[in-house]
């Protein structure tokens, strides 16, 4: 019904408990009628319906799939990374994964635990490819952040190329920008000179 302001998001932070938490959320229309959210699970569920509920009208209103399916394909691209992450450390974290891409959570795990790429959309394919043709010691977090980026970045360009877009094309841009000086101080920080692939 109203956007998070920053006063809000202040509030949230400083709540004392879910109960309170839950009761700053319902005044921005967050929650069904009726709900009550007793501990932090419940107002977690809140935004995540809430998140549902964004995704599914903005799906509906879109008369441009395939420039909504860009930012569902980032999710893909999201749950990726955190899959591939946890093949790193042997360990599942299914609260890092986001529902909401074009792909279900699961299948792209099944995919990678399997070695069944081929059910992967193409996007992924590629990614998961490359990680399983990595020698052990080339899979790490910086590899695997590479990987994806560069996917990501080929996505978008693709698709603006069929499909123009102006804004899309200028935000990607800076947004291109940003990821390599995050890679470029991720090097440095970590004194890394090897090239990443």
């Known amino acids: 019904k109203q956007l998070l302001t920053r006063q809000m998001m202040d509030r949230l932070i400083q709540a004392s408990g879910a109960g309170e938490a839950a009761r700053i959320l319902a005044e921005s229309g967050y929650g069904k009628d009726g709900d009550s959210a007793d501990s932090w699970k419940d107002v977690e569920s809140w935004i995540d319906w809430e998140w549902h509920s964004a995704l599914e009208l903005i799906c509906q209103l879109s008369q441009d799939s395939v420039r909504t399916d860009l930012f569902r394909k980032r999710i893909d691209f999201h749950n990726l990374r955190v899959i591939l992450r946890e093949r790193l450390h042997n360990n599942t974290v299914n609260e890092l994964l986001r529902e909401g891409g074009l792909t279900l959570p699961g299948t792209i795990r099944d995919a990678v635990e399997t070695n069944k790429e081929k059910i992967l959309p193409s996007y992924l394919q590629l990614i998961v490819d490359r990680f399983h043709e990595s020698p052990g010691a080339e899979k790490d977090f910086q590899v695997i952040d590479s ?4 996917a990501e970045v080929q996505v978008w360009q693709e698709t603006l190329e069929k499909y123009p877009n102006a804004f899309l094309k200028s935000w990607r ?3 291109s920008d940003l990821m390599n000086l ?11 000179k090897r090239k990443l692939p």
Request: charged share 30%; proline share 0%.
């Open 147 to 150: 990987l994806i980026d560069q």
């Open 173 to 175: 841009i800076l947004e």
């Open 182 to 192: 995050r890679s470029f101080f991720r090097l440095k920080v970590l004194n890394l």
